[in-house]
Structure formats: C-alpha cells, structure tokens
C-alpha cells in the first residue's frame, strides 16, 4: 500500500511539472505566512548568533593563545564557517523585519541576494572543512589523494578564492538586475527571488550571462555534493573498521580513543546527510523557481537555511574539542559563582 502510495505521488509530481513547463497549467503556489517566517526564523538565528559569538570568543580566547591546536587551513575554514553563518543569521534577522515593516524594495532586494551569497560560501567552506578531516583521518594511498593531501593548503585557499569570487559577482549581478531590469517590469518586493531567476523577465542581452551563472553553479552542485557524499562516506567506514579492529584492545586508552572515534562517526553522518539534504533543497527551490513555481519570496528556503545553520553549529560544538572544553569551562565558573553567592 505504502509503494503505491509513494507511486502514485510522483506521478502526481512529474504531471503537475510537466504541465507547468508546458504552459498548459499554471504554476503552483507554496506560501508561507509572515508570521510564521517570524515564529521560526527568530529564536533560531538568534540562538545560531549567540552560538557564532561563543565560537569567536573560543577561536581569541585560550590558555595557549589564540585559536590554540587548530592549524591552517582549519582555523582558516573555521572562521570562514563561523563569519558566514554569522552573516547569514544576522541577514536572516533583518529580514523579518523588513518583511514585517514592508521595506524600500532596493533593501529588500539587496538583503535577498546577500542572503543567497551567504548560503552558498557556508555550503562550501562546510565541504572543505570536511575534506580536511577526511586528510586528517584517513590514511590515503592513491598517487592523486597523496598529492592533494601535500598540497591541501594551496588548494583549499584557491578554492575558497575562486568561490568567493564567483558568488560575489554573481551577487553583483542579481543586485544589478534587480535594481535596473526588475523595478522597471513593475514587480513588487516580495518576489524579487522568482523574478531574477526567471528568463521571461530577463533583457536577450543578460539571458547569456544568467544561463552562464546557473550552469557554473549547477556544476559547484553537482562537485559539492558529490565529494561530501565520498569523503562523509570513506570516513566513516574507515572509523567504524577502525573500531572494531580496537575492539579485540581492553585497555583504557582504547576504550576512551573508541568513545572519541564513535563520537566522530556520529558526527560525521549527520554532517553528510545534513550538507546533502540542505544542498539539494537549496539547488532544488533554484529549479522550482525558473520553471514558474511560486515560493512566498523565499521565505520557506530561509526558514530551511536557518534550521540548516543551527544544525552546523551543534554539530561543530560537539564535535571541535576547543569549543566542548571552553564550554566545560565556562560551566565550572558558572557553578563556582553560584556556590559563592549562595
């Protein structure tokens, strides 16, 4: 029952699309309410912020100095991590109000495309921070993995140029659409996403370029999703062989280096599933939106970003040892003034 359930709803689907596309149907229409957008993306992008200050404080503050036992390229994709997601949350923020208050149309437009340029740098630096712990853990023999491993601090500040380059001018470009061709087709505020995303409103002129911007991300997509997939993957199978080789050890030092490493697991299949699912519904709403489907201005893909966002965050709390020992730290001294005052 369940199988044919699951059938006849993609066959609903694949309908429903192909009429859209054909014209023959007009788009559907996903909406999320202003209230709603506010009830959710508020108390986690602020609990996501407070995380991000924490995060700042630990990266300065410490024994040994600042950002003490995390080396580059690490402390360098850390606080690319922690300044995206702060930027985001914070954009995200300001967002609702502008929802809220109904904005001038060029701050709402600009907040908009600085949000997608945030979303897309976090996705990355989440991929390469990734491909370092997979470096750091992994033991790799093939001619092409030894290199890249010798030479991961060149390539990963390349990467991080090149991207950054990338979605910075096309963030310029929807800013230019946005304020040249969008106001002047008559559109309102709210959606500023589905009209730069939609060739029907775009000059012959631009079409070039925009279909140029959507390939090369297309491709960032594609890359993205496929390493994360390999590396996530050959991580944890190499963690978990590990384990049960350590196993047939009963020493303490085993038994706490097994915890450590079951902890990595863990944290590592979540960080998979989490980058890949919230991935493909970013790329996923990009392809809904140029085929005509309506999505509320984008409030449903911020609200997913933002649940997205926090997730990293718990999931970089637990899993980097500065941040769990700064936290057990500042817990003790909680307790020790309660003790104090009581």
Sequence with gaps: MKRWS?????????HTFLLVVSGKMDPPVVNMSSVAFALINVPVSMTTN?????????MFSSDQGPASGVKPPLNVLLWSLIGCSLFYNILNLLFVFLDILYASQWIYDVSGSAIVLAMWTGFTTSLWLNVCYFFQ????????????KQHIRLIVYSALFADRLFFLSEFLFRVILEMTEIPAAGFNSTSDHENITSESNLRPDTIEIYITYMSIRGCVFVLCVVVMLASGI??????????????????VF????????????????????LFSLGL?????????VHFGVCLDGGRLLRSVMALYSLGVNILLMIGQSKYRLMANNICRKVQRLKLTFA
Aim: hydrophobic share 55%.
């Design 6 to 14: 699951l059938y006849i709803f993609f066959v609903y689907i694949r």
């Design 50 to 58: 407070l995380m991000n200050v924490f995060f700042v404080y630990c």
């Design 137 to 148: 853990i992994v033991p790799v023999q093939w001619p092409f993995l030894v290199w890249m």
């Design 234 to 251: 050959t991580t944890v199978i190499y963690l978990w062989k590990h384990m049960k080789r350590m196993e047939k050890n009963s020493t």
């Design 254 to 273: 085993s038994v706490l280096r097994n915890k450590q490493q079951m902890r990595l697991t863990i944290i590592g299949i979540i960080q998979t599933v």
């Design 280 to 288: 493909l519904w970013l790329m996923g709403e990009e392809l809904l």
